[in-house]
């Protein structure tokens, strides 16, 4: 019914953090999912990043493109401006800790995304802001385990599967993660709801170097129970660790345009 | 015997012609003057008995009354008109004749025409955000066509304050609730946030010019109220594209008749058009509101078989006192068939008494709970109930039907409480009662 949009640069930051978790995890024969998680959670503090991508949005009824810059530091924080199309260009998204603010250039307004809406879509896509915050927090919501350890389409493959702590509010009942063993880059993610059913699926490709490092350019996440729609995101730019303060993320910086 | 040759039918059949002129029924009446306050007390309890269930059920019948109308008329119309698809998802694509919309004025015009729509109103829905200053709120928006809207659901008047959104102005109305939640007052600008039809991020100023309140708490807290033609705008959608169109009829509950006919008169569209009844929508209240007819009958039996047994206890008393009055008539050569009749006709005279006794104390009652109903919101807060709003009076509704198997209930209870004494009074001994003088 409510099909309201909010930020998402995070949720990209994150999920490409995960990918690079492999990059850590890559000396150890036998994985202990805890050390995956700590190296994750220390990757993902410490690092910050900049980048600009593309992110195209097709449903039953429209189809979209929308070009967005986007910045990361740690876990907690992160900004997104879209810089296309013209209608849209200057809207932006801040993600402050559990906070998402969107920014909006034609009424020159910031409103925050209220706890109920955090299950809405962002900008549109198959998206939401809850799991922008979620997925950035993976760590500390859920549990993870080596599923698979082995060859898998002639390729030696880890399956993490994640569930939810007890007492953590999420969405989704559990969340799998297929990395690659040669290259420790994710091949995709598969959400599931709480009744174990797919929900939906996200996929890693186009492996590219970035500012040196090996990720994926190219995710895509399609609904499963609308087989006709995705939203593909394309890195166009990608740097690391650059130089930005926590100040940086502030209602100031969304609100002045940047 | 010096009748003895006298055929035993003959006599039956003189006293017959001797009690026509003086019936048993007039004994019977009669009868009911011997021991007056007991009669007048027995009388009472069924004229309380009658009461008790005409109240009941006119007040029980006044609830549901309400409840149906404020389901039917607060905000949602009896009959409301979407695109099939429309239900329950609501998606803001699937509007009525689909993608490419409809002829609004010309649909309006085919659902006017019916005789008994009394009202029909267009109107467009989309979820979003609505935002002031720091507090942000999700919200339900409603497009609405002022003027017809006016004439079809009640929740816009009276507002709480400010008046209706004019067209091209951008103009938004809140509940109460939203309004608290959001602290605005009239004339506050308002940030609208909603996904656009076309996948953009919709996103205007509107200013507030009305706070609505319709006692639904959670309608209060989540609907804004704008003109249909500025909320098509705001989501990119054209004007001929609209989510329903509701349906007000003469009586709700003709409304699924009307919607039947409706659905066949309306102008062809690209994609089916689904109208629909509120007692589809809502068949839980239908089997509420059936529930409440079935105890009426739970009520009657209750209260009446309490009342037999008063009835029972004062007619056995009033015929042990007359064994001897009932050895004589048989000692005279009544029947016992007559006997049983003079009893029976008491209990009837019973009823009529008891009868008018209960309408007397009935019915100055009903028409003042029915036309001035005491307010009770002084104790009880309004109740919500299935998406209907009940104020706290003690309204009654009228129902003849119920009335008339009311007294029939009570005539009922006043004849099987004097079956048996009616069959024990008939078979008095005649001499060895009147020999135990």
Redesign the interface.
Known sequence: ?????TAQGHRLIALFTLGCLAVWTTASAQPDPRDIVERIDRLMRGDSSRGVATMQ?V??????QMTMEMWSLGTDYSLVRLRAPA??AG?ATLMAEDDIW?Y?P??D?S????S??MGG?W??SHFTNDDLVQDSQLIDLYDVEVAFDGERDGESVWELRLTPKPEAAVVWGHIEFLVGQDDDLPRWARYYNEDGELARTMEYSEVSEFSGRLVPAVMNMQPADKPGERTTIRYEELEFDIDVEQSFFSLRTLQSGR | MGFGATPRQTVERQIALAMSETPWSRIGWRNLGRNRKRTVLTAFGLAVGFFAVVFIVGWTQGLMVEMVESATSLVNGQIEIHDAEYRPDRSIYDTIGGRNGTDVDALLRAIDAEPTVTAAAPRVYTGGLISSGQATSAGMFMGIDPVREMSLSRFLDPLVEGRLPESGRNEVLVGEEMARQLSVGIGDELVVVASGADGSMANDLFTLVGVFRTGLVELDATFAVMAIADLQTLVVLPPERIHEIAVATTDPWIAGATAERLGSVLPPADRPIEVVGWTTLNPAMVEYVALGESMNFVIIIVVFTIAIFGVANTMVMATYERRREFAVMLALGATPGSVRAVVLYEAVALGVFSLVLGAVITFPLMVWFHNAPPDMSWAIADVTLMGALLSPSLRVEYDVLFWIQAAVALFATALLASLIPAWRAARVPPADTLSAL
């Open positions: 019914m409510v099909r309201f949009d949005v449903t039953e009824h429209w189809e979209r209608k849209d809207t969107n909006l034609k009424v307004r409103i925050k995304i209220p109920s809406m879509a900008m549109g």
